[in-house]
C-alpha cells in the first residue's frame, strides 16, 4: 500500500530493457538453426546409413557441395559408414542402431527446445541453461567421433563433419543466448521444468530408436549363406594361416592391393570377430598378369605381393600389412608399370628378392588360383567363409558382425564349440 | 492452448523424425524382399579355355590324356602306342594345331642320343611349369632325330618325355605332376618338326638349329584348354 502511493521514481535500467520474451529472441532462433542444420546432416547420414540396410550397392552422400554430392564405391565417407564406429549393438542388430539416428533425435529435440523457448512469454537463463546443457550431447558426441575418425578411420566421412560443425556452432550459439537471456528472478531453480524437458529429450531419442527397431528389416534370405567350399583340402600348402586360435574355421579371399579387401580386413579386425574364428586366408589377385580368369587387370601388381606373401609364409602378415599401408602408392605404380610393384615389394622385403619372379613363386600364386578354381568360387574380393559357409556378400560389411555372430551362435547349438 | 504452442516444437521433434525414418526403413525392407541373396552377374573361377583350343586340339589332348590314365582314376602310367593312331591326324596338321602356343611352348632339346636334361633345359622346364596359369593338361610331346634305328628312337622319345616327367616329380611335390602332365611320343616317324621351329623358345637358343636337332627335342605346354 505504501509503496503503491509513492511518488513516480526513474526507471531503472532493467525497466527499460525488452520484456523477457523478446531478450536474446535473435540468438535462440540461430540455435534453432544451427540444431536444424545439425539434424539435416544426421538424417543425410542416417538415410545413407538406412538406404544400405537392403545389401545392396548404393551411392553415398559424401559431401555437401552441388553437384558433387554422391559417390559410388570405395570413399572416406563408405569407410566410416561401414566402420564399427558408425552404430551400436551391431550383433543385435542387422547393421546395429546407427550413432547418426542419435544424432538425428537429439538436435531435433534442440531445435524444438529452442523454438519452445521462443515460443514461451516468459523465459530466463533457467531456461536457457538447460538449452546450453542439451547442446553440451551434440558437442561432446562430435568430439569423440571427430577423436575416432582421426585415430582409428584416419578418413573423415563430410557429412560427419557437418554434423561436428553444426555442434560447435550450436554450443556457442547456446552460450550465447543464454549469456543474453533475462537473468532469472531470484527463485530456486527449475527442477520439475528441467526434469519434464530431460524426460522429453530421453522420450525423443527413445521414440526414435523404438520406432527404427521396431521397422528395420529383419528377414534376410541371405543370412542362409552364399554357397559352401566343395574342398578345404589344401594340397599345394598356399593356404596362409592367421595367427590365433579361435573357434570356429574361416576363410578369406583376398587381393592385396584390393581397397575393399583392406577396408573389410579392418572391419573384421575392429569388430572383434578375428578373435574368435581360426582364419586362413586365400590369395586371390585380381591381376591379370597371373590370373587368367581376369581379361583385365583391377588391381595391376597385385601378383608380385601375392608372389611375396606366398614366398614368406612366416611373414607373409607383414607384406600384407605393407601392401595395404602403401595400396594406393602400389596401385599408381602398378598403373603404370607393373613390374615397379615387384622392385617395391624387393627394396621393402629384401630377403625376398630370390623369391619374387621366380617361376616357383609364379607357381605358388597359380596354386592358390586353382584352389580357387577347384571350389569354384566367384571370380571376386573379399570373400568370407565361415564354416565353409559363404558369408553373402551384402553381409560383409554393415550386416558383418551379425551375420558371423549368427552362424557361430548356429555353430554353438550344433554342438561343434568345445 | 498455450501449453500445447509451447509442446509443439517438441513433439514434431519425435514426429518429423519418425516419420522420416520410417519411411525410409519402408524403402529398404522394400528393396531388401525384391532382392536376391548372392553374387550377381559375377564370374566364376575356372580352367582358362583359349581360342585356340579347336575340336581337334581338344581330341589329341583328350586321347593322349586318356592313353596317360589321366582322365580316370587309375593314375598316370601312358601305355605305349602308335602315334598316328593316338592323333589320327596328317603329321602336318597335327604340327599346326599348335601353332598358335608359340608363346606358350618352350621346346627342350637334348644332345644326340641322349634323355639328360642339361642346366638349360631345366630352367626351360621350371619356366614352362610354372607358366600354368589356368590350364588343364601339360602336354609333353617328345621326338627324335632321324638318325639311328627307328625303335630305338622311338625309345629315345619316350625316354625324353619320361626325363621331363621325372624332372617335375623330383623338383615339384605337386599332386598337379601325376594328375596333369600327358606324355607323347613319336620317335622319328611321325610329325617331325621343321626348321621355322628354330624360331620358337628353345632351350638352347643360342646355338645353332636345323631340322634334326630341333627334333632331338621335347615340346612342352601347357594347354588352356577345358577339357
Known amino acids: ?418 | 492452448m498455450k501449453i500445447l504452442l509451447t509442446q509443439l516444437p517438441l513433439l514434431l521433434s519425435l514426429v518429423v523424425p519418425a516419420f522420416m525414418v520410417s519411411g525410409w526403413l519402408g524403402d529398404a525392407e522394400q528393396s531388401l524382399r525384391v532382392s536376391e541373396p548372392g553374387p550377381k552377374h559375377v564370374a566364376v573361377a575356372a580352367m582358362a579355355e583359349e581360342g585356340y583350343c579347336t575340336p581337334e586340339l581338344k581330341q589329341i589332348v583328350r586321347r593322349v590324356a586318356g592313353a596317360c590314365g589321366l582322365l580316370d582314376a587309375q593314375g598316370r602310367g601312358c601305355q605305349p602306342a602308335d602315334a598316328a593312331k593316338i592323333v589320327q591326324l596328317d603329321p602336318s596338321d597335327f604340327n599346326a594345331l599348335f601353332l598358335p602356343l608359340e608363346d606358350r611352348v618352350h621346346i627342350i632339346q637334348f644332345d644326340n642320343r641322349s634323355s639328360e636334361l642339361d642346366p638349360a633345359a631345366r630352367s626351360a622346364v621350371d619356366a614352362a611349369w610354372s607358366d600354368r596359369g589356368g590350364a588343364s593338361f601339360f602336354f609333353v610331346v617328345a621326338r627324335a632325330s632321324p638318325d639311328g634305328a627307328r625303335a630305338l628312337n622311338q625309345k629315345l622319345s619316350n625316354a625324353r618325355a619320361t626325363a621331363v616327367l621325372d624332372y617335375l616329380e623330383a623338383r615339384y611335390a605337386d599332386p598337379d605332376v601325376r594328375k596333369r602332365v600327358g606324355l607323347l611320343w613319336l620317335g622319328e616317324e611321325f610329325a617331325q618338326l621343321t626348321a621355322d621351329f628354330c624360331d620358337w623358345n628353345r632351350s638352347r637358343a643360342g646355338e645353332e638349329c636345323d631340322t634334326t636337332q630341333i627334333n632331338r627335342s621335347a615340346f612342352i605346354a601347357w594347354i588352356d584348354c577345358n577339357i
Not at chain 1, 505504501?2 to 511518488?7: G, H, K, L, N, V
Not at chain 1, 537463463?125 to 575418425?149: C, E, G, K, N
Not at chain 1, 582409428?152 to 549469456?179: K, R
Not at chain 1, 578369406?252 to 570377430?273: H, K, M, W
Open chain 1, 1 to 418: 500500500m505504501f509503496e503503491q502511493d509513492a511518488p513516480p521514481s526513474d526507471p531503472t535500467p532493467d525497466e527499460l530493457a525488452p520484456p523477457a520474451r523478446q531478450r536474446g529472441g535473435p540468438w535462440l532462433a540461430a540455435v534453432a538453426t544451427a540444431a536444424l542444420v545439425g539434424a539435416f546432416f544426421a538424417a543425410l547420414s542416417t538415410h545413407d546409413f538406412i538406404l544400405h540396410l537392403d545389401g545392396q550397392i548404393h551411392a553415398i552422400h559424401c559431401s555437401v557441395m552441388p553437384g558433387d554430392d554422391v559417390v559410388v564405391g570405395q570413399s572416406g565417407c563408405k569407410d566410416a559408414m561401414l566402420s564399427p564406429w558408425s552404430s551400436f549393438f551391431r550383433r543385435s542388430v542387422w547393421g546395429g542402431l546407427p550413432v547418426s539416428l542419435a544424432g538425428f533425435a537429439v538436435f531435433a529435440f534442440v531445435a524444438g527446445l529452442a523454438l519452445a523457448l521462443l515460443a514461451r512469454r516468459e523465459r530466463t537463463r533457467h531456461d536457457t541453461f538447460f538449452l546450453f546443457l542439451a547442446s553440451m550431447v551434440p558437442a561432446t558426441a562430435s568430439v569423440i567421433w571427430a577423436a575416432i575418425s582421426a585415430t582409428q578411420l584416419g578418413a573423415f566421412c563430410q557429412v560427419c563433419v557437418g554434423m561436428y560443425a553444426s555442434s560447435a556452432a550450436l554450443l556457442v550459439l547456446a552460450v550465447i543466448a543464454h549469456v543474453r537471456a533475462q537473468p532469472p528472478a531470484p527463485t530456486p531453480r527449475p527442477w520439475g521444468r528441467w526434469a519434464l524437458w530431460f524426460g522429453e529429450g530421453v522420450a525423443v531419442v527413445a521414440g526414435l530408436v523404438v520406432v527404427y527397431l521396431a521397422l528395420v528389416p529383419g528377414e534376410r534370405k541371405s543370412l542362409d549363406g552364399c554357397g559352401r567350399l566343395v574342398t578345404t583340402e589344401d594340397e599345394r600348402g598356399v593356404l596362409l594361416r592367421v595367427p590365433g586360435e579361435g573357434v570356429a574355421p574361416a576363410l578369406t579371399v583376398i587381393d592385396p592391393l584390393c581397397p575393399s579387401c583392406r577396408a573389410f580386413e579392418e572391419r573384421l579386425e575392429q569388430s572383434g570377430l578375428a578373435d574368435e574364428l581360426t582364419r586362413r586366408v586365400l590369395v586371390f589377385p585380381l591381376d591379370s598378369s597371373c590370373n587368367w580368369m581376369v581379361k583385365q587387370s583391377l588391381h595391376p601388381g597385385a601378383c608380385a605381393v601375392s608372389e611375396a606373401m606366398l614366398c614368406a609364409p612366416e611373414r607373409w602378415t607383414e607384406v600384407l600389412d605393407w601392401a595395404f599401408a602403401e595400396q594406393d602408392r602400389l596401385l599408381t605404380l602398378g598403373a603404370h608399370d607393373p613390374k615397379a610393384v615387384a622392385e617395391a615389394v624387393v627394396t621393402r622385403f629384401p630377403e625376398l628378392k630370390g623369391c619374387v619372379g621366380t617361376p616357383r613363386a609364379r607357381d605358388r600364386v597359380t596354386s592358390s588360383l586353382r584352389f580357387a578354381v577347384a571350389n569354384a568360387l566367384p571370380v571376386v574380393t573379399p570373400q568370407l567363409y565361415v564354416d565353409d559357409v559363404k558369408v553373402c556378400d551384402e553381409d560383409t560389411d554393415l550386416g558383418l558382425e551379425f551375420t558371423v555372430d549368427r552362424m557361430l551362435n548356429r555353430r554353438a547349438e550344433a554342438g561343434a564349440m568345445p
